[in-house]
C-alpha cells in the first residue's frame, strides 16, 4: 500500500476514535509544528476547540502523542461555520492575511467581462451573498460556460431550494431590471450540493455574456492540482484567495483529509489554511484569511492552479483559518451530482476575453396590465419590454466601455425611482413628454435593431443633446442625492447621437 494511502487510513480510524473525545473538532493530516516552527515531521493534526493542559483535562480527555506510529499535532481549531488590508505586491509569493473586516467591507463591483473573486447573488428570497470562484468549461460542449460557488450561496439558509434551469444568479448582486437591459443576472442555476465531499453550485452563464479564465487580482488560472502530503508537511505550501469580503490575502496549508464537521455535515476531504503573518495588522489585532462572504472563492497556488473551493472558516483567537474543499473531488462530485463532465477554464495570456455562444435569453411575454398606468412613463416601459430581445443585447453592449457602464448603472440601480419621478412628478412628467423621451427611446432602440439606421440630426426641429441636457436637469433637480450623482455621471460620458448608427455610437462611448 502506498505510504500516503496507508496514513489515510490510519487518519480515518484515529478521527473514528478522537472525535468522540469532548473538545476535538477535526482530525486531519499535515506537517508539525514545535515552538512556532515547522519540523517537516508528517502527523496527525488533531484540531481542538481550545488548547488544555495535560493538567487541565481527565484521563478520558488526553490525546495520545501518537496513534499507529504516527506523530499527533494538537492544533486550536473551534467549531467552524460556512462563509457565505494593505496594499500588496500581487507576485509576491506569500500574500498578507487580511486585517479585521467589518459588516461593509465588501466588493460590489461589477465585473464584466466577468472573473473570479467577485461577489455573487441568487436570485431567491432571503438569499445573502457569495463569491464567484472560477469560470469552468465542458469539454464535450464549448458552447456551455459556468461559474463556480458554493451551494449554500445559492441556497438561502432559510428559503427555497434553487431549480436547476430555473432559479438566476447575478453579479454582483440579484438585481434584475422591469426591462433585460441593465440586469445584474448572469446566469441559470445548474446543479450541485452540499454533501459529504462537496459544498459547490454551478450557473450556467447567458448567451453573449464576456468572462475572463482568471480571477481577479491573481491573473489567468493555468489548472488545477491536487495537494500532497510531501507538499504540505513542511508547512510552507502557499495558497490564496480573492473573496467578495476579505479581497485578497494569503496563508500556508497547515492540513489535507480532514475530518471535520461544518454545519451538521461531516466531511473527510478538508483543507484547513493558516493566514500569513501581516506587517500592517498591529500586535493581538485579528487576522483572517477569509471572511463571511468568501464563500465559494478559488484557492489557487502560487502557479496560479487551482487547487480547491473555500466554503467555510473559524476563529481561533487572532487568527481566522479557512476550510477548503478539493477541486478534485469538487469535479468528480460534480459530474456524479449533476452528470456534467467540467473543467476549470485556463488562459495563457492575461485579458483573453471569450463570450459566451449563444443570444441573451429573451424575456417572457408581458401579460397585458388590467389597468395600465398612465403617462409618459407607459411608453418607456412598454417600448422597452415590447424590444426585450434588443435591450438585452443592448445591456451586454453597454458593458464594454466605462461610460457604457455608467449608463447601464443609471437604470438598473435607479430605475425605480426614474419611473416614479415620471409617472407622478408633474414638473417631472411634462419635461420627459417636451423633450421626446419616448421618441428618443425609441429612436435608439431602432438604431439598435437595424445597423444602418442613424439617430435624427432632430427631433421636433430640436437636437437630440439638447433634448436630451433638458430633461437631465430636470430629474436632477428632483432626484435624490444618488440619483443626481448617476445621472451626472452618465451624461458626461455620452457622445452625441445624432447622425450616428449605433456601432457608432458605442465606438464614441467606448473612446470616453
Known sequence: MPEDDRLLAVKDRAAALFLTIPGVTGVGLGGRERDGRPTGEIVLKAFVARKLSAAELGPAELLPAQFEGVGVDVVELPEPTLEGGPVVEVGSPALPGSPGTSAGDLDDTEYRP?????????????????????????????????????????????????????????????????????????????????????????????????????????????????????????????????????????????????????????????????????????????????????????????????????????????????????????????????????????????????????????????????????????????????ASPVMARVGTDLTASAAGLSLRALWLDHHAELLDLINTRRRVTLAWHRGGGPALLQSFLRMAADPARTMPATIAGEAPMERIARIHAVLRANASPGLRLALDRALAGLPDPATRTYDQFLAELAAR
Open 114 to 386: 466577468l472573473k473570479g473573486g467577485a461577489r455573487v447573488q441568487v436570485g431567491l428570497g432571503g438569499a445573502g451573498f457569495g463569491t464567484l470562484g472560477c469560470l469552468m468549461t465542458d469539454p464535450a460542449d464549448p458552447a456551455k460556460v459556468y461559474a463556480l460557488t458554493n451551494f449554500h450561496v445559492v441556497k438561502p439558509k432559510a428559503g427555497p431550494a434553487p431549480v436547476a434551469g430555473t432559479t438566476r444568479l447575478g453579479q454582483p448582486d440579484n438585481q434584475d431590471g422591469p426591462t433585460k437591459c441593465c440586469s445584474h443576472i448572469i446566469g441559470t442555476f445548474a446543479g450541485g450540493s452540499a454533501d459529504t465531499i462537496e459544498d459547490a453550485a454551478v450557473i450556467r452563464l447567458d448567451g453573449g455574456l464576456t468572462w475572463l479564465a482568471e480571477v481577479n487580482e491573481l491573473g489567468v488560472v493555468t489548472g488545477t492540482h491536487t495537494l500532497t502530503l510531501a507538499e504540505v508537511s513542511p508547512l510552507t505550501y502557499q495558497v490564496r484567495k480573492r473573496g467578495a469580503r476579505t479581497g485578497l490575502t494569503g496563508g500556508i496549508v497547515e492540513s489535507i483529509n480532514t475530518t471535520i464537521k461544518v454545519d451538521g455535515i461531516t466531511r473527510t476531504n478538508v483543507t484547513v489554511v493558516k493566514p500569513n503573518p501581516n506587517p500592517g495588522v498591529k500586535a493581538g489585532g485579528k487576522l483572517f484569511f477569509s471572511d463571511a462572504g468568501d464563500s465559494g472563492s478559488a484557492i489557487l497556488n502560487t502557479s496560479n492552479e487551482v487547487v480547491a473551493l473555500h466554503f467555510a472558516g473559524s476563529q481561533v483567537g487572532i487568527l481566522h483559518k479557512g476550510l477548503e474543499l478539493p477541486i478534485a473531488d469538487i469535479l468528480a462530485q460534480l459530474h456524479a451530482v449533476t452528470n456534467l463532465t467540467l473543467a476549470v477554464a485556463t488562459a495563457t495570456d492575461k485579458g483573453q476575453v471569450k463570450v459566451v455562444p449563444g443570444a441573451p435569453p429573451v424575456a417572457p411575454p408581458v401579460a397585458p396590465r388590467a389597468r395600465p398606468v398612465p403617462g409618459p412613463a407607459l411608453a418607456l416601459t412598454a417600448a422597452a419590454e415590447a
